[in-house]
């Protein structure tokens, strides 16, 4: 079982930035991560210079450490800073928002603002619970090899990932790019899309699920993608056509037929609100989105981008479940962990929460 290193980013943390905690990685472990067998985990606050604690990225930042499966970079919110386990979480509206948590705006204009031009080695990042916004020209991702994974993230880019296997699970992706938005591109391990909320700019914006030199067994699942006007799949045979269910669309298609997938489906119908500068990408009642998912607790752990839990049976498609009474109940009792400051039940990260909570979703506590 690897060791997990834990470091702090922020003013007068163990790192001033995330750049300078990723050049930590190499400096304490020169020979990788699998030779140390730990994983680096840096931590980042809401400290960064801009506005409501905004970080901000101006050059692009190489990841060189050797990594595998089980031995990875990982990138996540400082506790209780997040979107995530904000006290307004279910009334916030799903989208970019600084003042809502930890925050990255990214200007790089370069290839990728997280990247590696190394073919040798296996970088791996895995990042949860942040939310990135970018004004510049460069993908978020371009790894050459390794792979990078969002799991409840906010993403809000013109070019999310090409060349390299990129993933992500209950997360909100917003193609900002009025032309080709490449969601999950190239070459790399095998990619996968699950219970994602994916967004298009409207009438130019392609969505490019998978890349010309990706591998087989590409998985795009209970993913919402609205907003484009094509969703192009460049790497011929290379979707696993079976597993690639339950997702929904505005579009007449989607290029393959499976199990569950909706279609013709109106974008202002599924969503709280889709008018620019104020858009809200929580389900709204009476969506085609809701009850018409599959579990797939594997990736999701049966919860949302939010940290609701999901419905064991049918649930909503996308990023977002839609809230129930029955959600309802699990909610206050969350709320009531984090007002005491304790860790909330659906982290599942003490055998006394996962007790507790399995008891109010039965309805006994």
Request: charged residues 15%; proline residues 2%; neutral net charge.
């Amino acid at each position: 079982m690897p060791t997990t290193i834990t470091k702090t980013i922020g003013v007068g943390k163990d790192y001033a930035s995330i750049s300078a905690w990723l050049a930590g990685a190499n400096s304490t472990y020169p020979s990788g991560l699998v030779a140390a067998d730990v994983i680096w985990k840096g931590v980042l606050y809401k400290e960064g210079a801009g506005t409501n604690g905004e970080w901000s990225i101006t050059s692009d930042i190489s990841i060189t450490t050797i990594c595998d499966a089980t031995r990875y970079l990982w990138l996540t919110a400082a506790p209780g800073a997040s979107f995530t386990n904000n006290a307004n979480k279910l009334t916030n509206a799903l989208r970019y928002n600084n003042a809502n948590g930890v925050s990255v705006l990214s200007t790089v204009t370069g290839l990728g603002v997280f990247k590696t031009d190394s073919v040798a080695n296996n970088q791996k990042l895995l990042i949860t619970g942040i939310q990135f916004s970018g004004s510049g020209t460069a993908y978020f991702a371009y790894f050459s090899n390794g792979s990078i994974t969002l799991d409840s993230c906010i993403l809000e880019y013109a070019n999310v990932a090409s060349y390299g296997a990129f993933n992500a699970v209950d997360s909100l992706i917003r193609i900002t790019a009025s032309s080709s938005g490449c969601c999950n591109q190239w070459s790399g391990a095998v990619n996968s899309l699950r219970n994602c909320t994916i967004i298009g700019t409207g009438s130019s914006a392609t969505a490019v699920v998978i890349g010309n030199y990706a591998p087989t067994g590409q998985i795009i699942k209970n993913n919402a993608i609205f907003g484009f006007s094509a969703i192009r799949i460049d790497g011929n045979n290379k979707l696993d056509t079976t597993n690639s269910n339950y997702n929904a669309t505005d579009l007449a298609s989607f290029g393959w037929t499976a199990t569950g997938n909706l279609v013709s489906k109106t974008f202002a119908n599924q969503f709280q609100s889709i008018t620019g500068g104020s858009e809200d990408f929580r389900v709204k009642a009476g969506a085609d989105l809701i009850n018409a998912g599959v579990r797939d607790q594997t990736y999701t752990n049966d919860v949302d981008i939010v940290g609701s839990a999901r419905s064991l049976t049918t649930p909503t498609i996308g990023a977002w479940e839609y809230a129930s009474s029955y959600q309802a109940r699990i909610t206050w009792a969350e709320a009531q962990y984090q007002t005491a400051g304790v860790v909330t039940p659906t982290d599942y990260s003490s055998p006394m929460s996962r007790g507790i909570f399995r008891g109010i979703e039965r309805g006994v506590a």
